[in-house]
Every structure is written in C-alpha cells, then in structure tokens.
C-alpha cells in the first residue's frame, strides 16, 4: 500500500511563498513519477508539475511556470512543491500523485493541502 501525505498549506497574502511538502511511504519510488495536482471550488483538476522521481524529466502548467519549482528528497522519500509570487487564482486544494512509469493514469493520491492566497 503505498502512502503519500501533504502538508505546508496555509493563508497568504499575494506576493507570498509557501512550500508543500509530499512525503511517500510503501515502496520504492524510483520507477513512479511524481505530480502536483489542484482544485478550487466548481474547477476541474488540474496539472500543475510532475517530475520522475529520479528527476529525469519536469513539466510546469503555463500558469505557474517561473514561478513554481517540484524537486524532491529522495533520502526523505519526499517531493516538494516551492510557489513564489503567489496571486489569488492560485487558491485552492492542492494534492500530490503518484504514476507508476508502465501505468497510464495516475495510481495513488494524498488528501490534500489547502492554499490561500488573499488580495
């Protein structure tokens, strides 16, 4: 079975930085691919980074590209997600995944964080 778990969410005001943290537990992530997810209210789910674990490959939304950065610990077995310069648009549940590499969706799913950015 394997785990993931978020923390590091909270309230802040634009301009802020928050870093989530996403810690994986229950087998070896070495063959998973890792991702950042979100939601706000009455929104579709949407992509906001992945990377491998191993760090062989990035993608970034467009609408956070420069300004977020996913990188990972693998002595921690943790990802992380740095969000600088946050605006108000990016207030939502935020939740990390994780895909197995031979796998076509993605498998395993944290709780969530929630992310407020007031104006």
């Known amino acids: 079975q394997v785990q993931l778990v978020e923390s590091g969410g909270g309230l802040v005001q634009a301009g802020g930085s928050l870093r989530l943290s996403c810690a994986a537990s229950g087998r070896t992530f070495s063959t998973f691919y890792m991702g950042w997810f979100r939601q706000a209210p009455g929104k579709d789910r949407e992509v906001v980074a992945t990377k491998s674990w191993t760090g062989g490959s990035t993608y970034y939304a467009d609408s956070v590209k420069g300004r977020y950065t996913i990188s990972r610990d693998n002595a921690k077995n943790t990802v992380y997600l740095q969000m600088n310069s946050l605006k108000p648009e990016d207030t939502a549940v935020y939740y990390c995944?994780?895909?197995?590499?031979?796998?076509?969706?993605?498998?395993?799913w944290g709780q969530g964080t929630q992310v407020t950015v007031s104006s």
């Open positions: 995944a994780a895909q197995a590499l031979t796998s076509g969706s993605w498998d395993y």
